[in-house]
């Protein structure tokens, strides 16, 4: 079972700041959130993770609840190659990563 | 380095028919990872390694197999096809928290 949640969908202007939120409200103390995006079949490509503190990359940046319940992706400026399905991973202490069905974000020129 | 090596790309197979997907990391990662990909759909695991000579089963692991008799190695074998097991196959192996992926082998079964 994926132990997150995220919208199907999304549209953003090019240079516009994307924001793609994700819900996991069963995560554990010890678990981390991380996020991956897919460009049509490829395998996925590693964007970020986190633990409790927001982070920042030369990608994006990610902005965790104080409760760790939800989380927020953010790409500052986005371009018409962001054009992905965005997963939003809790990778279990066995080290297992659980990806559910992602969100689609479309750049729009 | 090369990454995430996975062969072949493509295969088409028989019902009943058996197979190895061959993966091949050169990063010298303890973790390794089988994944399959059904259209549309997000990633399942199929199963998981945290090193050489352990192997443990992930979400969706029957009708596989699999074996780590190297750090660099982790084949995954198909014993029986069966039509539920058309997908994209994706390999990845991981250090402390990266994971990286390979290109994937796009599996058919008729």
């Known amino acids: 079972d994926a132990k997150t949640t995220q919208p199907p969908s999304m549209d953003c202007a090019e240079g516009r700041a994307a924001n793609l939120p994700c819900n996991h409200s069963t995560i554990s103390g010890n678990e981390y959130v991380y996020w991956y995006r897919q460009i049509h079949s490829q395998g996925p490509q590693y964007i970020i993770h986190g633990l409790k503190n927001n982070e920042t990359n030369e990608m994006a940046s990610l902005i965790i609840t104080e409760d760790r319940k939800s989380s927020t992706l953010i790409l500052p400026h986005a371009t018409l190659r962001d054009t992905a399905v965005y997963y939003c991973i809790v990778r279990v202490v066995s080290n297992q990563f659980y990806f559910g069905t992602g969100t689609s974000l479309t750049v729009i020129p | 380095n090369a990454g995430v090596t996975q062969t072949p790309k493509f295969r088409i197979l028989k019902i009943g028919q058996s197979m190895t997907l061959q993966c091949t990391q050169d990063m010298n990662h303890n973790y390794m990872y089988w994944y399959r990909q059904d259209p549309g759909m997000g990633l399942k695991l199929i199963y998981y390694s945290v090193g050489a000579g352990i192997t443990d089963k992930g979400e969706v692991p029957n009708g596989y197999n699999v074996s780590r008799s190297t750090t660099e190695d982790f084949p995954l074998r198909l014993e029986l096809a069966a039509p539920s097991q058309t997908s994209v196959y994706f390999c990845?192996?991981?250090?402390?928290?990266?994971?990286?992926f390979g290109p994937g082998t796009r599996l058919t079964v008729t």
């Open positions: 990845a192996s991981s250090g402390s928290h990266e994971q990286y």
